[in-house]
Antibody, heavy 121, light 110 residues
Framework: QLQLQESGPGLVKPSETLSLTCTVS??????????WGWIRQPPGKGLEWIGG???????YYNPSLKSRVTISVDTSKNQFSLRLSSVTAADTAVYYC?????????????WGQGTLVTVSS | QSALTQPASVSGSPGQSITISCTGT?????????VSWYQQHPGKAPKLMIY???NRPSGVSNRFSGSKSGNTASLTISGLQAEDEADYYC??????????FGGGTKLTVL
């Protein structure tokens, strides 16, 4: 059974960089049939797609966040990571990592449990 | 990119059917059959309910069905049950090779 687990600091100061890692277990991150994505959800609000990455390193970002987001992959560790720079209180959210089926389709079939990141001094 | 448009809330009584709409544009919902729907209970991660407009993953009740007409996709839940009370989100692929979610719909089972 595939599992995804987010990890990283739960508190980040304004103007600093948020960094999260998603560890994938029960399957390989190196598959051309999937890409690996990040989604966030501010408290009491809806889901927002942040971006995603193929194991080859190709990335896709939400245009509204593109200037501040970097997603990378480490196939040797079966992990992928999110960096969001210059954070403000508006970036406070539960951050989810997820697997997206990408072979002639697009849907998130496995999700991590989510991790709350609060931006505050 | 703008979020897809969903009603903020819908409600129904046990046993009834409800439909949640998801309206986009020809650049997303209308242009691709890559619409998916997710159910989210409070404090939990979203769960895939429908993919590619109308396909159900293994293990999802056949009370859930999806369809699309033009730029609007729909999720229908028949035979409403108390456990269906949750937030529902649609998602679509876009012509910019990005993804966009709907604003979410809160389903209340009366």
């Amino acid at each position: 059974q595939l599992q995804l687990q987010e990890s990283g600091p739960g508190l980040v100061k304004p103007s600093e960089t948020l960094s999260l890692t998603c560890t994938v277990s029960g399957g390989s991150i190196s598959s051309s049939s999937y890409y690996w994505g990040w989604i966030r959800q501010p408290p009491g609000k809806g889901l927002e797609w942040i971006g995603g990455i193929f194991y080859s390193g190709s990335t896709y970002y939400n245009p509204s966040l593109k200037s501040r987001v970097t997603i990378s992959v480490d196939t040797s560790k079966n992990q992928f990571s999110l960096r969001l720079s210059s954070v403000t209180a508006a970036d406070t959210a539960v951050y989810y990592c997820a697997r997206m089926a990408a072979a002639g389709t697009r849907y998130f079939d496995y999700w991590g449990q989510g991790t709350l990141v609060t931006v505050s001094s | 990119q703008s979020a897809l448009t969903q009603p903020a809330s819908v409600s129904g009584s046990p046993g009834q059917s409800i439909t949640i709409s998801c309206t986009g544009t020809s650049s997303d919902v209308g242009g691709y059959n890559y619409v998916s729907w997710y159910q989210q209970h409070p404090g939990k991660a979203p769960k895939l309910m429908i993919y590619d407009v109308s396909n159900r993953p293994s293990g999802v009740s056949n009370r859930f069905s999806g369809s699309k007409s033009g730029n609007t996709a729909s999720l229908t839940i028949s035979g409403l049950q108390a456990e269906d009370e949750a937030d529902y989100y649609c998602n679509s692929y876009t012509s910019s090779s990005t993804l966009v979610f709907g604003g979410g719909t809160k389903l209340t089972v009366l």
